[in-house]
Protein backbone atom coordinates (compact mmCIF):
# COMPACT_ATOMS: atom_id res chain seq x y z
CA UNK A 1 0.00 0.00 0.00
CA UNK A 2 1.35 3.00 -1.07
CA UNK A 3 1.92 6.35 1.68
CA UNK A 4 -1.14 7.93 -1.05
CA UNK A 5 -3.54 5.44 -0.07
CA UNK A 6 -2.56 5.35 3.43
CA UNK A 7 -3.25 9.20 3.90
CA UNK A 8 -6.44 8.63 2.51
CA UNK A 9 -7.77 5.80 4.55
CA UNK A 10 -6.32 7.73 7.72
CA UNK A 11 -7.91 10.97 6.33
CA UNK A 12 -10.94 8.79 6.22
CA UNK A 13 -11.16 7.17 9.68
CA UNK A 14 -10.45 10.51 11.10
CA UNK A 15 -13.50 11.69 9.75
CA UNK A 16 -15.45 8.55 10.78
CA UNK A 17 -14.45 8.92 14.19
CA UNK A 18 -15.22 12.86 14.03
CA UNK A 19 -18.35 12.22 13.24
CA UNK A 20 -19.39 9.59 15.32
CA UNK A 21 -17.84 11.89 18.32
CA UNK A 22 -19.85 14.75 17.21
CA UNK A 23 -23.02 12.37 17.45
CA UNK A 24 -22.53 11.10 20.64
CA UNK A 25 -21.28 14.09 22.39
CA UNK A 26 -24.53 15.96 20.92
CA UNK A 27 -26.38 13.43 22.95
CA UNK A 28 -24.62 14.20 25.80
CA UNK A 29 -24.65 17.89 25.77
CA UNK A 30 -28.84 17.44 25.81
CA UNK A 31 -28.63 15.66 28.98
CA UNK A 32 -26.04 18.50 29.98
CA UNK A 33 -29.73 20.62 30.00
CA UNK A 34 -31.35 18.78 31.71
CA UNK A 35 -28.72 18.57 34.49
CA UNK A 36 -28.65 22.21 33.79
CA UNK A 37 -32.19 23.16 34.03
CA UNK A 38 -33.08 20.72 37.09
CA UNK A 39 -29.98 21.53 39.61
CA UNK A 40 -31.27 25.03 40.65
CA UNK A 41 -34.33 23.11 41.83
CA UNK A 42 -31.95 21.26 43.83
CA UNK A 43 -30.64 23.88 45.91
CA UNK A 44 -27.45 24.52 43.57
CA UNK A 45 -26.51 27.82 42.65
CA UNK A 46 -25.46 28.54 39.08
CA UNK A 47 -22.31 28.92 40.15
CA UNK A 48 -21.91 25.64 41.77
CA UNK A 49 -23.51 23.66 39.02
CA UNK A 50 -21.14 25.29 36.21
CA UNK A 51 -18.25 24.54 39.02
CA UNK A 52 -19.90 20.72 39.06
CA UNK A 53 -19.78 20.43 35.51
CA UNK A 54 -16.44 21.42 34.89
CA UNK A 55 -14.53 19.62 38.05
CA UNK A 56 -16.72 17.02 38.25
CA UNK A 57 -17.58 15.73 34.88
CA UNK A 58 -19.58 12.87 35.30
CA UNK A 59 -23.10 12.54 34.29
CA UNK A 60 -24.71 10.44 36.01
CA UNK A 61 -22.71 10.86 39.65
CA UNK A 62 -23.94 14.86 38.74
CA UNK A 63 -27.82 13.50 38.01
CA UNK A 64 -27.43 11.08 40.88
CA UNK A 65 -26.36 14.30 43.43
CA UNK A 66 -29.00 16.45 41.93
CA UNK A 67 -32.25 14.03 42.45
CA UNK A 68 -30.70 13.13 45.97
CA UNK A 69 -31.14 16.42 47.38
CA UNK A 70 -33.95 17.52 45.12
CA UNK A 71 -35.70 14.31 47.27
CA UNK A 72 -34.67 16.01 50.58
CA UNK A 73 -31.80 13.75 50.99
CA UNK A 74 -28.40 15.13 52.74
CA UNK A 75 -25.48 16.09 51.16
CA UNK A 76 -23.46 13.48 52.75
CA UNK A 77 -26.17 10.52 51.19
CA UNK A 78 -25.71 12.27 48.10
CA UNK A 79 -21.52 12.61 47.76
CA UNK A 80 -21.41 9.13 48.60
CA UNK A 81 -24.01 7.88 46.08
CA UNK A 82 -22.46 9.78 43.64
CA UNK A 83 -18.57 8.35 44.58
CA UNK A 84 -20.46 5.11 44.56
CA UNK A 85 -21.86 5.51 41.24
CA UNK A 86 -18.36 6.72 39.79
CA UNK A 87 -16.45 3.41 40.80
CA UNK A 88 -17.04 2.14 37.51
CA UNK A 89 -14.43 4.69 36.44
CA UNK A 90 -11.38 2.56 38.05
CA UNK A 91 -11.79 -0.53 35.88
CA UNK A 92 -12.26 2.12 32.77
CA UNK A 93 -8.77 4.16 33.59
CA UNK A 94 -7.59 0.67 33.71
CA UNK A 95 -8.42 -0.20 30.41
CA UNK A 96 -7.59 3.06 28.89
CA UNK A 97 -4.36 3.47 30.67
CA UNK A 98 -2.08 2.31 27.02
CA UNK A 99 -4.11 5.25 24.98
CA UNK A 100 -4.12 8.06 27.25
CA UNK A 101 -0.19 8.07 27.64
CA UNK A 102 2.11 9.13 30.09
CA UNK A 103 3.28 12.47 31.53
CA UNK A 104 1.04 15.62 32.43
CA UNK A 105 -1.65 14.39 29.98
CA UNK A 106 -2.41 11.81 32.08
CA UNK A 107 -3.77 13.56 34.13
CA UNK A 108 -5.99 15.45 31.92
CA UNK A 109 -7.13 12.42 30.20
CA UNK A 110 -7.95 10.70 33.58
CA UNK A 111 -10.52 13.93 33.55
CA UNK A 112 -12.18 12.42 30.24
CA UNK A 113 -12.48 9.05 30.68
CA UNK A 114 -16.58 8.10 30.98
CA UNK A 115 -18.62 4.94 29.96
CA UNK A 116 -18.83 6.88 26.37
CA UNK A 117 -15.09 7.25 25.74
CA UNK A 118 -14.33 3.85 27.00
CA UNK A 119 -16.81 2.09 24.55
CA UNK A 120 -15.37 4.57 21.74
CA UNK A 121 -11.79 3.37 22.05
CA UNK A 122 -11.94 -0.02 22.85
CA UNK A 123 -13.90 -0.44 19.48
CA UNK A 124 -10.64 0.75 17.89
CA UNK A 125 -8.08 -0.79 19.55
CA UNK A 126 -6.50 -2.57 16.93
CA UNK A 127 -5.33 0.81 15.80
CA UNK A 128 -3.62 2.16 18.86
CA UNK A 129 -2.54 5.60 17.10
CA UNK A 130 -6.36 5.53 15.96
CA UNK A 131 -7.67 5.10 19.07
CA UNK A 132 -5.74 7.31 20.93
CA UNK A 133 -6.84 10.25 18.83
CA UNK A 134 -10.50 9.40 19.42
CA UNK A 135 -10.30 9.72 22.76
CA UNK A 136 -8.55 12.68 22.60
CA UNK A 137 -11.32 13.79 19.86
CA UNK A 138 -14.45 12.71 22.03
CA UNK A 139 -12.93 14.10 25.17
CA UNK A 140 -12.32 17.06 23.95
CA UNK A 141 -16.00 17.81 22.30
CA UNK A 142 -17.62 15.74 24.96
CA UNK A 143 -16.59 18.34 27.79
CA UNK A 144 -17.51 21.69 25.72
CA UNK A 145 -20.76 20.05 25.22
CA UNK A 146 -21.66 19.22 28.49
CA UNK A 147 -20.71 22.82 29.57
CA UNK A 148 -22.62 24.20 26.80
CA UNK A 149 -25.45 22.06 28.06
CA UNK A 150 -25.27 22.96 31.18
CA UNK A 151 -25.35 26.56 30.88
CA UNK A 152 -28.19 26.76 28.27
CA UNK A 153 -30.10 24.09 30.85
CA UNK A 154 -29.40 27.29 33.53
CA UNK A 155 -30.62 29.45 31.32
CA UNK A 156 -33.81 27.31 30.34
CA UNK A 157 -34.67 26.53 33.94
CA UNK A 158 -34.51 30.08 34.73
CA UNK A 159 -37.59 30.96 32.31
CA UNK A 160 -39.60 27.34 33.14
CA UNK A 161 -41.34 27.31 36.28
CA UNK A 162 -41.51 23.71 36.92
CA UNK A 163 -39.33 21.70 34.02
CA UNK A 164 -40.53 18.26 35.35
CA UNK A 165 -43.99 19.87 32.88
CA UNK A 166 -41.48 19.63 29.69
CA UNK A 167 -40.19 15.99 30.86
CA UNK A 168 -36.49 16.90 32.01
CA UNK A 169 -36.64 15.71 35.23
CA UNK A 170 -37.30 11.98 33.19
CA UNK A 171 -33.26 12.32 32.31
CA UNK A 172 -31.72 11.06 35.75
CA UNK A 173 -33.46 7.60 35.51
CA UNK A 174 -33.38 7.62 31.35
CA UNK A 175 -29.79 8.32 32.05
CA UNK A 176 -28.61 5.54 34.52
CA UNK A 177 -31.00 3.03 32.59
CA UNK A 178 -29.02 3.95 29.50
CA UNK A 179 -25.87 2.89 31.06
CA UNK A 180 -27.38 -0.06 32.81
CA UNK A 181 -29.11 -1.90 30.39
CA UNK A 182 -25.84 -2.94 28.21
CA UNK A 183 -24.63 -4.37 31.51
CA UNK A 184 -27.27 -6.59 31.93
CA UNK A 185 -26.04 -9.33 29.21
CA UNK A 186 -24.77 -11.10 32.04
CA UNK A 187 -26.62 -13.90 34.11
CA UNK A 188 -24.37 -12.45 37.54
CA UNK A 189 -24.98 -8.60 36.16
CA UNK A 190 -28.81 -9.29 35.96
CA UNK A 191 -28.67 -11.04 39.67
CA UNK A 192 -27.20 -8.28 41.34
CA UNK A 193 -29.20 -5.52 39.45
CA UNK A 194 -32.59 -7.14 40.89
CA UNK A 195 -31.20 -7.80 44.12
CA UNK A 196 -30.22 -4.01 44.28
CA UNK A 197 -33.46 -2.89 42.92
CA UNK A 198 -35.30 -5.13 45.92
CA UNK A 199 -33.31 -3.95 48.41
CA UNK A 200 -33.51 -0.07 47.56
CA UNK A 201 -37.45 -0.24 46.77
CA UNK A 202 -37.79 -2.43 50.18
CA UNK A 203 -35.93 0.45 52.11
CA UNK A 204 -37.46 3.51 50.11
CA UNK A 205 -40.81 4.12 52.51
CA UNK A 206 -38.07 4.14 55.84
CA UNK A 207 -34.68 5.50 54.64
CA UNK A 208 -34.07 8.95 54.22
CA UNK A 209 -33.70 10.06 50.16
CA UNK A 210 -30.59 8.50 49.43
CA UNK A 211 -29.75 6.12 51.71
CA UNK A 212 -31.87 3.55 49.84
CA UNK A 213 -29.35 3.95 46.81
CA UNK A 214 -26.32 3.29 48.88
CA UNK A 215 -28.63 -0.18 50.68
CA UNK A 216 -28.42 -1.31 47.55
CA UNK A 217 -24.92 -2.32 47.54
CA UNK A 218 -25.94 -5.25 49.11
CA UNK A 219 -27.17 -6.62 46.04
CA UNK A 220 -23.64 -7.39 45.23
CA UNK A 221 -23.79 -10.06 47.74
CA UNK A 222 -25.71 -11.84 44.90
CA UNK A 223 -22.90 -11.94 42.62
CA UNK A 224 -22.06 -15.28 41.41
CA UNK A 225 -24.29 -16.74 43.82
CA UNK A 226 -25.82 -19.15 41.52
CA UNK A 227 -23.02 -20.26 40.09
CA UNK A 228 -21.10 -21.17 43.07
CA UNK A 229 -24.43 -22.94 43.95
CA UNK A 230 -24.20 -24.95 40.86
CA UNK A 231 -20.66 -26.23 41.37
CA UNK A 232 -21.23 -27.48 44.79
CA UNK A 233 -24.32 -29.48 42.99
CA UNK A 234 -22.37 -30.61 40.49
CA UNK A 235 -19.32 -31.48 42.80
CA UNK A 236 -21.88 -33.17 45.37
CA UNK A 237 -23.43 -35.18 42.12
CA UNK A 238 -20.28 -36.22 40.99
CA UNK A 239 -19.35 -37.84 44.41
CA UNK A 240 -22.60 -39.17 44.87
CA UNK A 241 -22.18 -40.72 41.34
CA UNK A 242 -19.00 -42.48 42.08
CA UNK A 243 -20.14 -43.89 45.36
CA UNK A 244 -22.77 -45.58 43.69
Not at 132 to 141: E, K, P, S, V, Y
Request: charge should be positive; include cysteine.
Amino acid sequence: MGSADRTRRAAFRFDADLRDALALSAAVGVVGVSFGALAPAAGLTPLTTMAMSVLVFAGGAQLLVTGVLAAGGGLVAAVVAGLVLNLRHLPFGLALAGTIGRGPSRFLGAHVVTDESTAFVLARSGDPARARRAFWTLGTIKFACWQAGTALGLLLGASIPDPSVFGLDAAFPAALLAMLVPMLRRVDARRVGGAAAVVALVASPFAPAGVPVLAGLLGVGAAGRGRRVRRVLRSRSRVSGGGS
